[in-house]
């Protein structure tokens, strides 16, 4: 009788051991600009492992690949456990692929995310398909060495073009990098009213419109075709004023890829809609990867986690958690709550006024 | 006037001939340079001529973030698979159509080499469809298969020249003086194609390690060679540690030049246009 | 076996021996092709139905020829360019001059380092702070400067030229040495200058040698697909827009993507069929 308790003892222990928690999980990310992927590699992911017990594989895709790799997934057999997308709103509206939702009972320290920031991304509602990592905004990045007296709006910026003719570094807005887009949307946004329904021929956006021609035409010509481009021109000293991350513009300086006289301020009324990047877990995916990958999150939402990546990243973290970072923080970038005043306000981030940008930018550029 | 100045220029021609030369290895050998000279440079920003400081950092990044062995790694098992895939057809191949008869040889060596005369990217398209319904995306045979559409038929040709000119004398000697064909094989047949199976080899390498359309159409996060990792790296921006994963990435190219340049005669690199 | 004829024999053992040749040229050349090809019939997303709209889109579209354009324009000049360059170059290497041995080694590295490298190089070297025009601004500052290299047409006919040119070089060259120099000999003591023994005698002569170095070029130019990419800035060629079509495009765009792609082997094919008939003319003659 001892012998087969002993047996069946061993057999559900090994039975158990094969049900936990699986050896590898694959952290995919297709968001990343190459600060980021140090700061995963490096730091964020290691210390994870070290907390969950799990190795993480961190692995650098595309959105576009890692849509088509999801499609060819047989059911419950997804090989992503934790996904960073570089635009969840791509995710969402893709039909074949399913995301889990995620709520506070898996999430504990979702709890914690600033409710704004779970609302809408690119113009479509999040629906608890991700938690927010974190909040990222574009800024007027200038080399002080060269632009000693930077615009503090965009009317300003607009009226002061000439001072910096051939030297504003605007990327070409059909660019695969979103910074295409965003550059244009904030400056229209600053000369008509986005928070209307968006009409192509009304007035006040025709005018906006005219302005943003004329300014293409001051900025450093051919336009850069992605933002490696304007950084190569702004690290040459032919670019003195771009518009880009924040925080990717301030690591580099630190770095030692861009000057280290590189600067970001704000521009009024809002330099950019800025960003939330997401943590999101597929749904086609084993469930003892799931229950890693709700930790997993859970870990990387911490307040030690995000109060580290702003003090390392110069990013903004997506919990509200403002008053544990320390204070030298503030003293390099603007306070979060700065920051989101400098921001679009999310309801004149007019999806159809994007989607015009993004279609028809392109035909005004000199 | 004109006379003169074209007798002139004839009897500098000694001068100019080295000028055209200087400057071709000029033009040629600088973009290495300086590719060589970002991997190592800092600050290195407005227009100055060399950058202020040096440093090991991009190195250090490319092996620790972009996880350069690994992917090292990756790119020595796809290459090896294909060399020895390609070399395998090669010898079969090559033994056919050097010491067999075959009706329309010649027809049927020029269209060996059509997957190298049309571009890769026409039938990478349907390569990367079969191998997703195949699940060949994302794994090592996978790409090294592809790879071997590029080097077979370069082997292919190398080895039928090679059997082509395997001296029968030498054989039938082998077997008058006694040897059992084994013996004949290792002693005899082995050395004489040696020089051939490593050329091939050679060739096939460097085809398959710096392969790229194909790769792209293949490749998935676990299978990462080092020209994608390139490719990926000058996305990201950071032109130093491209420059550095370059740098790494075409030493051995530049030493297996060295080897072959001292073998090999130009003409067998361009491919075997004969016939032409 | 053994009870085959001996020459059935033979003939099963070729076959044997060419299978695995066989299967290589056919399993991942011509059915991949044949795929391709499909694919490029069907609507987009659909496993039957058969369309030909996306041949007329491309083709009809002013982006379609466009993009035609420019990769045979790319093709061309490129290996105009390398004739242009190769033939002095081939003429001055095989004479024994000093140092003749390195500067034949010179030519081969564009053939054995990646495209993407010799791209990249390339555009650090001509860029708006890179060595060229630092070395205009300061030893001939007359050239009012930057001149701008990268990403333009210009610049990206010259990276073609640099990667491309040693073919048409290797060949020529060694049609060259192998030129019986009796004739040229001959032709001399029959009291031509230099010059006329060159244009009427040895040209004509290594012509075959020009044309086959230049058919390897041209081809090369014209699938060329990691160097456009990378540095080709806004000029797509037919091999960038192909790659486009399935990369920026989610779902992906297979079936206009396939189609471009026929469209580029077919005219690879055509190219090269006429060029092959123009070589064989000439040897007829």
Not at chain 2, 112 to 135: C, E, H, K, V
Request: aromatic residues 12%; contains cysteine.
């Amino acid at each position: 009788m001892k012998k087969l308790f002993t047996i069946l003892f061993v057999l559900a222990v090994v039975a158990a051991s094969s049900f936990a928690a699986p050896k590898e999980i694959v952290f995919m990310d297709s968001q990343s600009g190459a600060n980021f992927q140090q700061w995963f590699q490096t730091i964020a992911l290691p210390a994870a492992e070290e907390f969950l017990g799990v190795k993480i594989k961190y692995v650098v895709g595309s959105d576009a690949e890692i849509i088509e790799r999801m499609k060819a997934w047989k059911t419950g057999q997804g090989d992503i456990t934790v996904l960073f997308p570089k635009s969840l709103a791509l995710f969402i509206k893709t039909n074949q692929v399913k995301l889990d939702t995620l709520t506070t009972a898996k999430i504990p320290n979702m709890a914690k995310i600033d409710p704004d920031l779970q609302v809408s991304t690119e113009g479509i509602p999040v629906a608890n398909k991700g938690a927010a990592y974190w909040w990222s905004t574009y800024a007027l990045i200038y080399n002080s060495d060269l632009v000693k007296n930077p615009p503090k709006s965009w009317q300003e910026f607009y009226d002061r073009r000439a001072e910096w003719k051939g030297h504003i570094g605007f990327i070409r807005p059909d660019a695969k990098s979103s910074g295409g887009w965003r550059q244009p949307f904030a400056f229209l946004n600053a000369f008509c009213d986005f928070s209307k329904k968006f009409d192509p021929q009304a007035a006040d956006f025709q005018d906006a419109w005219a302005k943003l021609k004329d300014f293409y035409t001051y900025c450093q010509l051919p336009l850069a075709a992605e933002p490696t481009n304007a950084f190569e021109n702004f690290n040459a000293g032919d670019t003195w004023i771009t518009v880009y991350a924040m925080d990717y513009s301030l690591w580099s300086a630190r770095q030692g890829t861009m000057p280290p006289s590189t600067k970001a301020m704000f521009l009024t009324p809002g330099i950019d809609a800025g960003g939330q990047a997401y943590l999101v877990v597929p749904d086609n995916i084993p469930v003892e990867n799931k229950y890693i990958a709700y930790k997993l999150i859970n870990y990387l939402l911490s307040d030690d986690q995000q109060s580290r990546m702003v003090s390392t990243m110069w990013q903004y973290n997506s919990t509200l958690i403002n008053d544990k970072v320390p204070g030298i923080v503030w003293e390099q970038i603007p306070r979060i709550e700065v920051a989101k005043k400098a921001a679009i306000p999310p309801e004149r981030v007019n999806a159809d006024a994007i989607t015009y940008i993004k279609k028809n930018a392109v035909g005004i550029i000199p | 006037m004109v006379k003169t100045y074209t007798r002139g220029l004839w009897n500098g021609r000694l001068i100019l001939s080295y000028t055209l030369l200087v400057c071709l290895s000029i033009v040629i050998f600088s973009p290495f340079v300086v590719i060589i000279v970002k991997s190592f440079g800092k600050g290195w920003f407005g227009k100055l001529w060399l950058p202020p400081t040096l440093t090991l950092d991009w190195y250090k990044w490319a092996v620790n973030v972009a996880r350069l062995p690994e992917v090292m790694k990756n790119t020595i098992i796809v290459v090896a698979m294909a060399v020895a895939m390609s070399t395998i057809v090669g010898i079969f191949s090559g033994w056919a159509f050097g010491r067999r008869h075959i009706p329309g040889k010649e027809v049927l060596m020029s269209m060996i080499l059509l997957p190298r005369m049309i571009p890769p990217i026409t039938y990478a398209l349907g390569i990367a469809r079969i191998f997703y319904g195949l699940n060949l995306v994302n794994t090592h045979f996978g790409i090294a298969l592809a790879h071997v559409t590029l080097c077979a038929p370069y082997a292919i040709l190398v080895m039928s020249a090679t059997f082509e000119g395997l001296d029968e004398r030498m054989l039938e000697a082998a077997s008058v003086c006694g040897a059992n064909p084994l013996r004949t094989f290792f002693h005899v047949t082995l050395p004489q194609i040696m020089p051939g199976i490593l050329s091939s080899m050679i060739f096939t390498f460097t085809t398959s390690y710096n392969e790229f359309t194909l790769t792209l159409m293949t490749y998935g996060p676990d299978t990462l060679t080092l020209p994608i990792r390139t490719y990926l790296a000058v996305g990201e921006g950071y032109w130093e540690v491209t420059s550095a994963m370059s740098v790494i990435m075409v030493l051995p190219s530049l030493l297996i030049l060295f080897l072959i340049q001292r073998q090999v005669k130009p003409e067998q690199l361009v491919g075997g246009f004969k016939g032409l | 076996m053994r009870f085959l004829p001996s020459r059935r024999r033979e003939g099963l053992t070729t076959l044997l021996l060419l299978l695995p040749g066989f299967a290589v040229f056919f399993g991942l050349f011509v059915y991949p092709f044949i795929i391709t090809i499909i694919q490029s019939l069907r609507p987009e997303g659909e496993t039957t139905g058969w369309t030909l709209e996306y041949y007329g889109s491309f083709l009809s579209s002013a982006h379609g020829q466009q993009v035609i354009g420019l990769t045979f324009f790319l093709a061309i000049a490129t290996t105009l360019l390398s004739v242009l360059l190769s033939v002095p170059l081939a003429l001055i290497l095989r004479r024994k001059i000093r140092g003749h041995r390195f500067f034949r080694a010179v030519p081969l590295i564009p053939l054995v380092i990646p495209g993407l490298i010799g791209a990249l190089g390339l555009l650090l070297v001509f860029g708006s702070r890179g060595w060229f025009n630092l070395f205009l601004r300061d030893v001939l500052p007359f050239i009012h400067g930057p001149v701008a290299v990268d990403y333009t047409i210009t610049g990206l006919t010259l990276f073609y030229v640099w990667l491309y040119f040693p073919y048409t070089l290797l060949t020529t060259l060694s049609t060259l040495e192998g030129l019986d120099p009796g004739i040229e000999e001959a032709a001399q003591v029959s009291g031509a200058n230099p010059w006329k023994v060159l244009r009427h005698v040895v040209l004509p002569l290594i012509m075959p040698g020009i044309l086959s170095g230049s058919v390897l070029t041209f081809m090369n130019a014209f699938g060329a697909f990691s160097i456009p990419l990378v540095a080709g800035g806004n000029y797509r060629p037919l091999s960038v827009d192909v790659y486009k079509q399935i990369q920026l495009f989610v779902p992906a765009h297979w079936s206009q993507a396939c189609s471009i792609a026929v469209i580029m082997g077919v005219m690879q094919v055509a190219f090269l069929t006429f060029y092959m008939r123009v070589l064989r003319g000439r040897k007829v003659r």
